[in-house]
Structures are given as C-alpha cells and as structure tokens.
C-alpha cells in the first residue's frame, strides 16, 4: 500500500497535522487544509475501480450523498475499503459537492496451488489458508496464511518446516500464488521425565499425560508431537490427578522441552512438588444469600468427613449447589469453597459459602482452534448463551462436557472483557484430535462346526464435525455372516436427547440342516435426567426366515435324538417368517473416570422390554449389567472389576419362540461360544433359556518390562454363569440344561490401547461345564468393558 493517501476534512475549519495507521498498514496523514464550503457532498464519484464495481465501492462507505459528515466518517470509510482487500491504495477528496474516492486495486489471485506437500494433502491446506481463488491478492493475508501453515505443520511434528511462495502473473490483473514447503524432518520425543515426585512413579504419571514418548507407531497416534498447548494441558491433568487423590499442596515447579537439534528430538521434563497427603476435616455450608436455606443445602455435599481429599468432590459439590440456588431464583449466587488446613494432623475443613456475587452477563461465547468440529457442537454443551447471566459453575460443567466428548486433546474456557462492566467474553480454546476408529475381531470355536470367525468395523464420534456417532460393522465366518449399521445424534431437535438407530442382518447356516436369516432395525431416544443416570426408550422391529431342505415327515417320524431338527425348530421353519414387535426401557448409571480405561466407578444398565405390539412374540423382559472398577495398588497401575447380570422372561401369552429367549454371548462368560450354554435338545439344537446369571471377576495390571506408553496391559479374570429355565414348546422331546447348572472359567487376556482402538485377546480355559456345551477359547477382537 502507498503511504501518503489525503484526507480532506470537509467539516472543520481547524488546522489538522496528525498520521495514523489505518488497517493493512498504509499510513494516512490528515494535513492542513481549509475550510469547505459545504459539510454535505450531493453525489460520490469512484475512479480507479475496474474489477470491482463502483457500487461495491460506494456500500463500503460510510458517507451518503445528502447527509453531513465528520473526519470519523472519512477515517471509517477508507478502513472499510482497506478491510475488504481489493484495494492497495484509497485516497479521498473533496471537489465542489462531489466526493472522490479514488482507488488502486489488488490483483486478483487466479489460482492457489500447494508444491512440496506430502504429509498435509492440498484439501487440508486449502482449508486453513484464507488466500482463495478469485479473492484479492493481499501481502498481509498471505503473511497470515504463511504462519497457519506452518502452525499445522508444527501439530504434526515439523515445527522446521518453511513456507514460502511464488507469484505467476497470467494477465488481466490476476495472479497464480504457490505455497513452496519444505517439510523438514519430523521431531520426536525421545524422553518423559518427572522430578521430585515420590508417592508415584515415572511410569504412572507418564500413563496421566497425553503427549508420550516416540516409538514405533508414533506417526499414527501423533501423541509424540511437542506443542506448548498440549504441554500446558499435560500439566493441567498432573493436577487434577494429584488434587484428586489428597494432594491439595501439590504444584507444578517446572515444565521444560529441551530439543537436541543433533537427533531433532525433545526431553520433556516436569518438576513437581508433591506434598502431604490430606483427608477432609469438618464439611459445613454457610449462606449469606437471604431466603437460601444453608441446611437443606448439606445434602449435596459429596464428601464426608474423613475421607480422602478429592478436588472432584469439591467441583461436583459446588456444582450442584450452585444449580439449586440458580433454580430458586437466584442467578447471581456464588458458591466459593473455603479450606482451612489443619497441618499437623493433614486434614482440610471445608466450608462453601453462599453470597450474592457480582451481576455480570455473558455477551458473546468465542469460539477458537477448531478445525473441524463445527461451532454449534461446541456451542450446545454450554447452558448458557449470549446475554444470560454469567456463573461460573456453568462453565465448568460445560468444560467438564466438552472434554468427556472426546473430541478434543485439549479444552480451555477463559474471560475476557466486554464493552461494558457488566459484561464478559467467553473464550473457548480447542484443539481437534482423532475420533474415527477401525476395529478388527476375531474367534476360534471348537467342535465338529468350530473354525473362525472374523469382523471389521469402521467408528466414527465426530461424523463431518457434527458430533454424530456411525458405526459400520460386517463380519462372519465359514457358514455365518452378518452386517450392522449405527447412528445417533447426540442433540436431536436441538434438545439434549439422543436420537438413533441401528439396522442389522444376520445370516445363519452354522446349523446343519437349516438356516435361519434376520433383519431387523431399533429406533432410540436417550434422555438425560442427571449427569450420572440416562433413560433410554427404544421401539424394536426384527424378522426371522427359518429355511431347510430336509423332509418334515420324514424327520419327525424318527426318535427325537435321531431327528435332524427338533420340534421347536420345525415349528419355527413352519411358520418363518416370524416378526417381533417390543418397546424396551432402559436405565444407565454412568460414574466411570475414564471411557477408555476406567479406574473407579460403576456402569450400570437395567433394562425392561415388553413384545405383543403387533408381530408374533408375546414376553415381558427384564435383564441387567453393572460392572464396579477400583484401582487395587495406585503407583502399580493395578486396577480390579466386578460385574454381575442377570435376567428373566416370561411369556404374556402362550409359549414363546425360540429366538425370544436369552443366549449368553462369548463377552458374558469367556470360554464358551455365543449360545454356547443353556437349554438344549438332545440332537444339539440350542433353545435359550427364560433366566440366567452372570459373574465375573478381573485384574488388569500394565505388562512388566514393557514401556507404559505402548499402551499393553495384561489381566487375570474368572467367569461364572448359568442360563436354564424353558417356556418353549417342545411337544414332549428331551431337552438339556433347563435345571440351574452353572459354568465357570479362567482366563488371560493382552489388552492393547491400540491407534485403532482398544484391542483384547482373551484365553480361556473352561472349569466347570456340561458336555453338550460349545467351548471357544481364543477371542480377539475389540476390547469392551461395557
């Protein structure tokens, strides 16, 4: 831009020697000048404008024929044009009534292309830069693009990349820009190291951070990449794990990334200081607030007495206080919590104050670092928008929300200012991780029909940014195959209710004188009612094809232990296709500390479904799960689960059929095929039973002489359970295991926190079985814990 461009001051009559600098960095100097005949000009005259239109000139202009204006006009009006980067030079004058505004355009940039890019694709680029094909060719947007690419190269590891770029004029005014990178070569984090701390090893505060040391398959998880953000997020979650296990003292000294440029790699060092160990002292709660009643507000407290000092009790404390006050009318309330140490027997009394704070409002929630999820996602976590009143206490929850997404690595909420006293700006800074994964399982049955079985499947949290889930699933063996399909939209109708379904079809010819084909599809809603507990309501619609093509009379005529198909069976190929038509409720209890590796907390579901609504089952059911997780020995990393099941149906009319009763599958007791136990005919067909229980026990531990970072642990587990009982009609023939026999085994698995996902290989040896069972003692495939 050209330094030097003249204002004409039309208003005053005062003499004027100022300069300011005016957007895209050209120097204005309003000079001396005299005085107008007139404050009011009659028409606007654009030189200078031949690619962009005069009218474009004239909307951007702060000045209207027919009005007054003032030196602020003429100011605004010239930021405005520089603001729209079509121009490289604005002058404006004054002749007679006319104003004249005379511009020197921009080139326009024909074409942007990317060289030397390997490791970042063109779509990528071409997303981050704000230089556009047919937009104007501007130093300073360049300069900008320049630094967010290298600012993306510097998120995968290349913070030495280069970036410069290369002009081609083709005429007309127009311009190809080139982007030339140099990538460079990748750092790597050669070392992790802690200093000072003593209640807990490297190796167990390694497993808090995310940013981890470089190793084999470190280009896929991208957790080697040193960047300041993710260091200070690193820090944040050594707090949070010391705060939540005692240590209130706890602070970080130091955090240093030193990079030998010799192997271009970085040594992270923390320094911490751990301190003493506290319990919580007397908890007592106080209100200055009038018409807040201090002791009805006692029972929210999340801690007691004597317990160890957690922060999160604290937080969630604070949390729920402030929401009931809030809904008694009182937005401004303030809940500070206040710790008095008692030093020599390491205790913290604490005490939650209530007081009236003060009344400010959020005026605008700004949104930063995300890539690719959209702003509504992040948007619709807050319960609280533009012009509500401000409370903290929402905000954290909303950060709490934010981060058990999973969408990103690192969440940050901030204030700053508004235009007013009583006005606060949010600031929401975000940084984007992986959310899609691809799973592979497989598992091995014995037997005469035992050999493989495999599955794929594709996941995706964040789908286009959206926030939704899909899940694509296909897998099978030699004589079975079967496909799914998931969704779910986390916010439906705009309401925090999920919505989704899930398609399936199965095919079946792992039976020896017939096959049995279903398809079927749920449709779902999941309501929260608190942060722990969700409904879910659900409508189910399947429909089963038994075929076959031994001879009915024939078969039936033979004893039934020499039958190719038992009765039931021929009951249900006599009357295929069968549909079933049920509504289910269910009820989710979620209080785990981690989705991925749970330490403590509980998952618990219980759910109630009833059939009759149409189609040709007729049962009420009720089953359900919960599975309890405690760390056995914190710095062993050393982590202890129990899980109990169980359910029961009967029939609302008639019998039942029998793919309407339970079958345990292989995850509910290892060692056993899916409908490997339970009620079955004397030939070998697996009937399902009206009731069965569940219980499991195991150990998960990391892998000695294995790196913590690798992501291996190994585990111990026993597994017990039993499924009997019958309401099947069986016409008289012989049936086993309707009587209440249980199975039991044992067993290890290789737990592997994989770039795909969790992954688990599980071995197990049954203890206690009955001999028509179907054993399957190898398992692979994605790990679950739920």
Known sequence: MKAGSRFLNAVSAVALSTSMVVAGGAAVSLVTVSAAEAAVIQRVEVRGANRVSPETVRANLTIQPGKSFSNTDIDASVRRLFATGYFSDVRISVSGSTLVVVVDENRLINQ????????????????????????????????????????????????????????????????????VINEGDRTKISQVNFVGNNAYSDGRLRSVINTKKSGPLSFLTRKDVYDEMKMRADEEALRQFYFNRGYADFRIVSSDAVLDETTNEYTLTFTVEEGERYKFGDITVESTVEGINAEELKGLIKSRAGEVYRANDVQDSMSDISKVVAAQGYPFARVTPRGNRDFANHTIAVDYLVDQGERAYVERIEIRGNTRTRDYVIRREFDISEGDAFNQEVISSAKRRLEALGFFSTVNITTAPGTASDRVILIVDVQDQSTGTFGVGAGYTTGSDGGF???ASIEERNFLGRGQYIRIAAGGGSDSRNYSLSFTEPYFLGYRLAAGFDIFRNEDDSEDFYNVDSQGVTLRVTAPITEALSTTLRYNYAKYDYSTSVDQTADLAKPPSERKISQPYWDAINGSPWVRSSISQSMTYDT???????????????TQEFAGLGGDSDFYKIYGKARYFRTLMEDADIIGSLTAGAGYMLPTSGDLHVFDQFQLNANDLRGFESGGIGPRMTNGDQIGGTTYFTVSAETSFPLPFVPRDAGFRGALFADAGTLYGNKVDLSGSPVNGTSMEWRASLGASLIWSSPFGPLRVDYAIPVLKEDFDQEQRFKFGISSNF
């Open 112 to 179: 942007v292309v990317f060289n030397g890019n390997r490791k970042i694709k063109d779509d990528k680029l071409a997303a981050i830069v704000r230089s556009q094909s047919l937009g104007p060719y501007s130093e300073t947007t360049i300069e900008a693009d320049i630094q967010a690419i290298k600012e993306a190269y510097a998120a995968i590891g290349r913070s030495d990349a280069t970036v410069t770029t290369q002009t081609y004029d083709v005429g007309n005014g127009r311009v190809n820009l080139a982007f």
């Open 592 to 606: 785990l500390d981690d989705r991925k590796l749970p330490r403590d907390g509980i998952y618990a579901t219980f």
């Open 453 to 455: 079985k495999l599955e």
